[in-house]
């Protein structure tokens, strides 16, 4: 069974920075799959934030290109989202997501915070 397990969310002040960690465990040849993060912020939908194609590219919403960078690593079955210049409208649940056509996997979640 394929679990996908974030961490590194937390409070952090307006203009900081976080780094995500997503784990990915089972059993998944993880070099097919596009990785990816997606973020809900209290009464909003869940909104998509970028991803890592398993062709090498990497796409970003245009309300977080610029500040966030997402890497992947598929020998350790990682992916990771680094997030600089926060904003307090950054303040959401951010979801590890990783799928191939019709099969999708999501995490459960972490938190990230942002305020002064």
């Known amino acids: 069974q394929v679990q996908l397990v974030e961490s590194g969310g937390g409070l952090v002040q307006p203009g900081g920075s976080l780094r995500l960690s997503c784990a990915v465990s089972?059993?998944?040849?993880?070099?097919?799959?596009?990785m990816g993060w997606h973020r809900q912020a209290p009464g909003k939908q869940r909104e998509w934030v970028a991803s890592f194609t398993a062709g090498g590219n990497t796409i970003y919403a245009d309300s977080v290109k610029g500040r966030f960078t997402i890497s992947r690593d598929n020998a350790k079955k990682m992916v990771y989202l680094q997030m600089n210049g926060l904003k307090p409208e950054d303040t959401a649940v951010y979801y590890c997501?990783?799928?191939?056509?019709?099969?999708?996997?999501w995490g459960q979640g972490t938190q990230v915070t942002v305020s002064s």
């Open positions: 089972g059993s998944i040849f993880i070099s097919w799959y596009t």
């Open positions: 997501k990783v799928d191939r056509g019709t099969i999708t996997y």
